[in-house]
């Protein structure tokens, strides 16, 4: 995988997507997928790359320069007694409950036989996070595929709650349910996007979005199996 065009075209096999879905994915134009693809341009800039690599579920790292997983999770040990605190932090899993009401506040029960993840606690200071603020929890359902699958354990920031950054992913309660979303604004209207084609956008009016929508946090790592 020494090359770019190697990198993509094993990155689309894997996501089991073709050059148009990922132009569309990542909003990058189909000219620059084909070249990239092709052979035709060797590089990718850094704000593209951070899309395409979104967009696959890939490491940013791998694609544009080979080195280290395709697929990179920062979860890198389970529970031990000897994890020096002084480097690594431990974060539960979760489950989720919600009251009465619309529009109702979460509870978290931590799940008790499920071992915490291990994370470098410079992951959280590079990116700014209070790692107290985080959860994890496990993801149902193939609506965010190929970036999220079925089972596997998303990460989330429970602090980002309240300012929407567009595009991003988060943990959500809608209609009753815990989902996970890509969220995408307007200036009238929030869209509730599923990154699997087969789901259909769900578009909520500002003042629907505030009444109808819990936002747990915004989702930033995910891991799980192959």
Same mark, same amino acid.
């Given at each position: 995988?020494? $090359? ?23 909003? !990058?134009?189909? +000219? ?8 035709? @341009?060797?590089?990718?800039? $850094? ?9 696959? +579920? ?6 544009? $320069? *080979?080195? *280290?997983?395709? !697929?990179?999770?920062? !979860? /890198? ?40 993840? $291990? ?12 790692? @107290? ?7 149902? *359902? ?11 354990? /998303? ?13 991003? !992913? ?27 084609? @087969? ?15 819990? /936002?747990? *946090? ?6 799980? @199996?192959?």
């Amino acid at each position: 995988m020494d $090359t770019l065009q190697n990198r993509l075209n094993a990155a689309l096999e894997q996501a089991k997507m073709n050059k148009k879905d990922l132009a569309d994915k990542a909003q !990058v134009s189909k +000219g620059a997928v084909s070249h990239w693809c092709n052979g035709r @341009s060797k590089t990718i800039k $850094t704000e593209q790359a951070q899309k395409v690599a979104e967009a696959l +579920g890939i490491s940013y790292d791998w694609l544009t $320069t *080979g080195k *280290g997983p395709m !697929v990179n999770s920062n !979860v /890198i040990a389970i529970s031990t007694n000897d994890i020096p605190s002084s480097e690594f932090v431990q974060i539960s899993e979760y489950h989720v409950e919600f009251g009465a009401g619309a529009c109702p506040e979460p509870t978290y029960d931590e799940i008790s036989d499920t071992l915490p993840a $291990t994370y470098r606690k410079d992951y959280f200071t590079n990116k700014g996070i209070d790692p @107290s603020n985080c959860k994890r929890f496990r993801v149902k *359902g193939d609506s965010m595929q190929p970036l999220i699958n079925d089972g596997d354990r /998303i990460l989330v920031d429970c602090s980002q709650r309240y300012n929407i950054d567009d595009n991003a !992913v988060y943990a959500i309660f809608y209609d009753h349910t815990l989902r996970v979303k890509r969220l995408r604004k307007t200036l009238k209207s929030l869209i509730i996007h599923s990154d699997n084609p @087969s789901y259909s956008d769900e578009e909520l009016t500002l003042e629907e979005a505030k009444q109808l929508i819990v /936002i747990l *946090g915004k989702v930033i790592e995910r891991s799980g @199996s192959v």
